[in-house]
Protein backbone atom coordinates (compact mmCIF):
# COMPACT_ATOMS: atom_id res chain seq x y z
CA UNK A 1 0.00 0.00 0.00
CA UNK A 2 1.16 3.36 -0.82
CA UNK A 3 2.29 5.52 2.35
CA UNK A 4 1.48 9.61 1.86
CA UNK A 5 3.30 11.92 4.26
CA UNK A 6 1.76 13.92 6.64
CA UNK A 7 3.54 16.74 6.18
CA UNK A 8 6.03 18.23 3.21
CA UNK A 9 8.44 21.06 3.68
CA UNK A 10 9.27 22.70 -0.06
CA UNK A 11 11.02 25.82 -1.09
CA UNK A 12 10.33 28.73 0.04
CA UNK A 13 10.52 28.33 3.79
CA UNK A 14 9.12 30.94 5.84
CA UNK A 15 11.67 33.29 8.49
CA UNK A 16 10.75 34.02 11.76
CA UNK A 17 9.86 37.32 11.78
CA UNK A 18 9.17 37.71 7.89
CA UNK A 19 10.59 36.85 4.99
CA UNK A 20 11.66 33.49 3.51
CA UNK A 21 14.04 31.58 2.74
CA UNK A 22 14.94 29.10 -0.88
CA UNK A 23 16.52 26.29 -1.23
CA UNK A 24 17.61 24.91 -5.14
CA UNK A 25 19.68 21.70 -4.61
CA UNK A 26 18.32 18.52 -1.61
CA UNK A 27 19.63 18.94 1.85
CA UNK A 28 22.96 17.16 2.27
CA UNK A 29 22.32 16.56 6.05
CA UNK A 30 19.27 16.31 8.44
CA UNK A 31 18.54 15.49 12.27
CA UNK A 32 15.11 16.41 13.98
CA UNK A 33 15.40 16.68 18.01
CA UNK A 34 13.71 13.58 19.83
CA UNK A 35 10.38 15.77 20.47
CA UNK A 36 10.30 16.79 16.82
CA UNK A 37 9.62 20.24 17.29
CA UNK A 38 12.59 20.82 15.66
CA UNK A 39 14.49 19.88 12.19
CA UNK A 40 18.24 20.96 11.08
CA UNK A 41 18.73 20.78 7.40
CA UNK A 42 22.13 21.25 5.99
CA UNK A 43 21.71 23.81 2.89
CA UNK A 44 25.00 22.77 1.22
CA UNK A 45 24.40 24.97 -1.61
CA UNK A 46 23.89 28.19 -0.12
CA UNK A 47 26.55 27.23 2.60
CA UNK A 48 24.66 27.55 5.28
CA UNK A 49 22.65 24.96 8.23
CA UNK A 50 19.39 26.26 8.99
CA UNK A 51 16.58 25.20 12.39
CA UNK A 52 13.22 24.69 11.44
CA UNK A 53 10.80 24.74 14.13
CA UNK A 54 7.31 23.16 14.09
CA UNK A 55 8.08 20.97 11.17
CA UNK A 56 4.86 18.77 11.60
CA UNK A 57 2.45 21.93 11.59
CA UNK A 58 3.76 25.58 10.42
CA UNK A 59 7.17 25.19 9.54
CA UNK A 60 9.12 28.44 10.25
CA UNK A 61 12.97 28.77 9.86
CA UNK A 62 14.40 30.46 13.14
CA UNK A 63 18.09 29.84 13.68
CA UNK A 64 20.75 30.37 10.28
CA UNK A 65 23.92 29.18 10.65
CA UNK A 66 26.58 29.92 8.95
CA UNK A 67 24.79 33.05 7.67
CA UNK A 68 25.08 37.00 9.64
CA UNK A 69 21.45 37.24 7.27
CA UNK A 70 18.61 36.07 5.35
CA UNK A 71 20.23 36.52 1.54
CA UNK A 72 23.88 35.86 3.06
CA UNK A 73 25.51 32.87 1.23
CA UNK A 74 29.45 32.68 1.16
CA UNK A 75 31.35 30.36 2.04
CA UNK A 76 33.68 31.34 5.00
CA UNK A 77 36.34 29.59 7.43
CA UNK A 78 35.76 31.91 10.54
CA UNK A 79 34.40 29.93 13.75
CA UNK A 80 31.04 31.15 13.01
CA UNK A 81 31.04 30.66 8.72
CA UNK A 82 30.36 27.46 7.01
CA UNK A 83 31.35 26.11 3.54
CA UNK A 84 29.41 23.41 1.57
CA UNK A 85 28.18 21.47 5.11
CA UNK A 86 27.52 18.44 4.95
CA UNK A 87 26.08 15.45 7.96
CA UNK A 88 24.30 16.78 10.75
CA UNK A 89 23.81 14.47 14.38
CA UNK A 90 22.75 15.27 17.70
CA UNK A 91 24.61 14.18 20.52
CA UNK A 92 23.14 12.65 23.48
CA UNK A 93 22.85 15.55 25.21
CA UNK A 94 21.39 17.25 22.13
CA UNK A 95 24.40 19.36 20.99
CA UNK A 96 24.79 19.66 17.58
CA UNK A 97 27.30 18.42 14.60
CA UNK A 98 27.88 20.03 11.64
CA UNK A 99 30.23 18.44 9.08
CA UNK A 100 31.63 21.36 7.72
CA UNK A 101 32.90 19.45 4.50
CA UNK A 102 30.23 17.40 1.85
CA UNK A 103 31.04 15.18 -1.32
CA UNK A 104 32.87 14.97 -3.01
CA UNK A 105 36.23 16.99 -1.82
CA UNK A 106 34.74 20.53 -0.60
CA UNK A 107 34.23 23.11 2.52
CA UNK A 108 36.37 23.42 5.35
CA UNK A 109 37.27 20.11 6.12
CA UNK A 110 36.61 20.22 9.95
CA UNK A 111 33.60 19.32 12.25
CA UNK A 112 31.42 22.04 14.20
CA UNK A 113 30.23 21.73 17.61
CA UNK A 114 27.35 23.81 18.86
CA UNK A 115 26.69 23.94 22.20
CA UNK A 116 22.51 23.20 23.01
CA UNK A 117 22.44 26.51 24.94
CA UNK A 118 23.00 28.69 22.11
CA UNK A 119 19.61 27.78 20.32
CA UNK A 120 16.59 28.24 22.45
CA UNK A 121 13.18 26.96 21.92
CA UNK A 122 11.41 30.32 22.00
CA UNK A 123 13.48 32.62 20.12
CA UNK A 124 11.17 35.60 18.90
CA UNK A 125 13.85 36.76 16.12
CA UNK A 126 16.12 34.73 13.83
CA UNK A 127 19.42 33.66 15.49
CA UNK A 128 22.11 34.51 12.81
CA UNK A 129 25.64 32.90 12.99
CA UNK A 130 26.82 31.91 16.54
CA UNK A 131 30.08 30.90 16.56
CA UNK A 132 30.94 26.88 16.86
CA UNK A 133 31.91 25.69 20.40
CA UNK A 134 34.41 23.17 19.76
CA UNK A 135 35.83 23.10 16.27
CA UNK A 136 37.86 19.65 15.26
CA UNK A 137 40.06 21.27 12.63
CA UNK A 138 41.55 19.85 9.13
CA UNK A 139 39.20 16.69 9.54
CA UNK A 140 36.57 15.64 6.33
CA UNK A 141 33.96 14.04 8.32
CA UNK A 142 30.97 12.28 7.14
CA UNK A 143 28.00 11.72 10.04
CA UNK A 144 28.92 11.27 13.84
CA UNK A 145 27.28 8.54 16.06
CA UNK A 146 27.00 8.72 19.37
CA UNK A 147 26.43 5.84 21.97
CA UNK A 148 24.69 5.83 25.43
CA UNK A 149 27.66 7.28 27.00
CA UNK A 150 28.07 10.37 24.61
CA UNK A 151 31.47 8.79 23.09
CA UNK A 152 31.30 9.51 19.33
CA UNK A 153 32.48 7.32 16.51
CA UNK A 154 33.25 9.16 12.99
CA UNK A 155 33.75 8.21 9.16
CA UNK A 156 36.14 10.34 7.49
CA UNK A 157 36.81 11.01 3.41
CA UNK A 158 39.52 9.43 2.87
CA UNK A 159 40.14 11.57 -0.35
CA UNK A 160 41.05 14.99 1.26
CA UNK A 161 44.79 13.80 3.00
CA UNK A 162 44.72 17.00 5.68
CA UNK A 163 44.79 14.81 8.59
CA UNK A 164 47.28 13.96 10.47
CA UNK A 165 46.45 10.07 10.06
CA UNK A 166 45.13 7.54 8.06
CA UNK A 167 41.65 8.13 7.18
CA UNK A 168 40.78 4.82 5.66
CA UNK A 169 39.25 3.52 9.43
CA UNK A 170 36.42 5.33 11.37
CA UNK A 171 37.56 7.23 14.33
CA UNK A 172 36.66 6.65 18.12
CA UNK A 173 36.36 10.08 20.55
CA UNK A 174 35.66 8.77 23.87
CA UNK A 175 34.98 12.74 25.04
CA UNK A 176 33.89 14.88 22.00
CA UNK A 177 32.97 17.58 24.70
CA UNK A 178 36.27 17.54 25.56
CA UNK A 179 39.47 19.76 24.78
CA UNK A 180 41.23 17.21 22.58
CA UNK A 181 40.51 17.12 18.65
CA UNK A 182 42.00 14.13 18.10
CA UNK A 183 40.68 10.54 17.75
CA UNK A 184 41.71 8.18 20.90
CA UNK A 185 41.07 5.33 18.52
CA UNK A 186 40.14 3.90 15.15
CA UNK A 187 37.54 1.10 14.47
CA UNK A 188 39.41 -1.52 13.17
CA UNK A 189 37.50 -2.68 9.92
CA UNK A 190 38.24 -0.91 6.74
CA UNK A 191 35.85 0.75 5.02
CA UNK A 192 35.32 2.29 1.70
CA UNK A 193 33.84 5.54 2.50
CA UNK A 194 32.04 5.29 6.07
CA UNK A 195 29.10 7.93 5.47
CA UNK A 196 26.31 7.24 7.72
CA UNK A 197 26.50 5.86 11.19
CA UNK A 198 23.93 5.53 14.13
CA UNK A 199 23.86 4.06 17.28
CA UNK A 200 20.43 1.63 18.75
CA UNK A 201 19.13 2.02 22.00
CA UNK A 202 21.40 -1.26 22.98
CA UNK A 203 24.43 0.38 21.81
CA UNK A 204 25.24 -1.02 18.63
CA UNK A 205 26.76 0.59 16.02
CA UNK A 206 25.24 0.58 12.38
CA UNK A 207 27.69 2.19 9.67
CA UNK A 208 27.02 2.94 5.97
CA UNK A 209 29.44 2.15 3.32
CA UNK A 210 28.86 4.23 0.70
CA UNK A 211 31.59 3.01 -1.70
CA UNK A 212 30.43 -0.63 -1.25
CA UNK A 213 26.80 -0.07 -0.85
CA UNK A 214 26.64 -2.15 2.46
CA UNK A 215 25.55 -1.51 5.86
CA UNK A 216 28.08 -3.19 8.73
CA UNK A 217 26.54 -4.15 11.92
CA UNK A 218 28.55 -3.87 15.55
CA UNK A 219 27.15 -5.65 18.52
CA UNK A 220 27.67 -3.21 20.82
CA UNK A 221 31.64 -2.75 20.22
CA UNK A 222 32.08 -1.28 23.50
CA UNK A 223 30.92 -3.50 25.74
CA UNK A 224 28.96 -0.59 27.23
CA UNK A 225 26.35 -1.39 30.23
CA UNK A 226 23.01 -0.16 28.97
CA UNK A 227 22.32 3.04 31.28
CA UNK A 228 18.86 3.51 32.91
CA UNK A 229 19.50 7.60 32.87
CA UNK A 230 21.34 10.39 30.75
CA UNK A 231 25.30 10.62 31.36
CA UNK A 232 26.22 13.62 33.05
CA UNK A 233 27.56 16.28 30.26
CA UNK A 234 31.04 17.52 29.91
CA UNK A 235 31.02 21.41 29.52
CA UNK A 236 31.83 22.19 26.35
CA UNK A 237 35.23 24.62 26.37
CA UNK A 238 35.28 27.71 24.66
CA UNK A 239 38.64 27.75 22.25
CA UNK A 240 40.28 31.26 21.69
CA UNK A 241 41.63 29.78 18.43
CA UNK A 242 41.32 27.00 16.41
CA UNK A 243 43.15 24.03 18.00
CA UNK A 244 45.37 21.92 15.96
CA UNK A 245 44.77 17.96 15.33
CA UNK A 246 47.10 15.65 16.85
CA UNK A 247 49.04 12.83 15.21
CA UNK A 248 47.30 9.82 16.78
CA UNK A 249 49.16 6.28 15.53
CA UNK A 250 46.58 3.43 14.60
CA UNK A 251 48.70 1.13 16.69
CA UNK A 252 45.79 -0.62 19.25
CA UNK A 253 42.08 -0.20 17.42
CA UNK A 254 39.15 -1.11 18.78
CA UNK A 255 37.65 -4.54 17.55
CA UNK A 256 34.85 -4.70 15.84
Request: glycine share 6%.
Amino acid sequence: DKAAPIKEITSPLPVLGGGQISFTRPFSGLVPTDDGNFLWLSDNTNNRVIRVRNPLTSPVVDVVLGQTDLNGTACDSVSSGLCRPGSLSLDRFGNLYVSDHSLEVQGNFRLLVFNKDLFPTNNAAVIYAPSASKIFPNVATWEPAFDSTNRMVVGYNFYYRGVSFVPFFPGIYNDPLGASTAPDNFLKDYHSMAFSATFDEFDNLYVGSLNRSRVLIYKNPFNNSIPTSTPAPTPIPTPTTVPSATPVAITQPVSS
